[in-house]
T-cell receptor, first 116, second 112 residues
């Protein structure tokens, strides 16, 4: 158990809908990262928040948004869902602001999103 | 942008055999991470390497970062069925925008 929690574990929805994925980082971690994993694209970095502020952005679509709240939990909002958005969405957390060098990311168990 | 290529893409070994997985970067590696993933589950952190020539071990798994810091290898000694899974290498992109880029992964099957 990494200490990172994600809810829900599974989510099934229809095209055009909007969903919210939730992540609670490990105790003491200030950074939260979101990733999307699919069979064809592999594990793709979406966005990072550090202590409530956006720190780094990856391949995140405009239909997707995220935020980190004062209690440091984070939510990833996916809207106007398409079939291609079906994937595993992972949250990770780390102590500091940087993804590497001196920091380690610990991953949650993921949310499996199925868009029908 | 940085790209990581892992080889082989998949590997089937007999229990007790040794094996090596490689991760090659298109750019200098500032930090190289190895993770293991069971299918459909979260990633488990294995090791992080930072310095050229660095080598770390955890139980029967050893990872090295070469001197030129563009390649890393993961070696498993006397493999067991519990070693089965997907091994992913991740690397830090330099500059002011630090983020992890991952390879596509190596699927390891260990037959008893």
């Amino acid at each position: 158990d990494s200490g990172v929690t994600q809810t829900p574990k599974h989510l099934i929805t229809a095209t055009g809908q909007r969903v919210t994925l939730r992540c609670s980082p490990r105790s003491g971690d200030l950074s939260v990262y979101w990733y999307q994993q699919s069979l064809d694209q592999g594990l793709q970095f979406l966005i990072q928040y550090y202590n409530g502020e956006e720190r780094a952005k990856g391949n995140i679509l405009e239909r997707f948004s995220a935020q980190q709240f004062p209690d440091l939990h984070s939510e990833l909002n996916l809207s106007s869902l398409e079939l291609g958005d079906s994937a595993l969405y992972f949250c990770a957390s780390s102590v500091g602001a940087l993804a590497g060098g001196t920091d380690t990311q610990y991953f949650g168990p993921g949310t499996r999103l199925t868009v029908l | 942008s940085q790209e990581l290529e892992q080889s082989p893409q998949s590997l089937i070994v007999q229990e007790g055999k040794n094996l090596t997985i490689n991760c090659t970067s298109s750019k200098t590696l500032y930090g190289l991470y190895w993770y293991k993933q069971k299918y459909g589950e979260g990633l488990i952190f294995l090791m992080m390497l930072q310095k050229g020539g660095e080598e770390k071990s955890h139980e029967k798994i050893t990872a090295k970062l070469d001197e030129k810091k563009q390649q890393s290898s993961l070696h498993i000694t006397a493999s067991q069925p519990s070693h089965a899974g997907i091994y992913l290498c991740g690397a830090v992109s330099g500059g002011s925008n630090y983020k992890l880029t991952f390879g596509k992964g190596t699927l390891l099957t260990v037959n008893p």
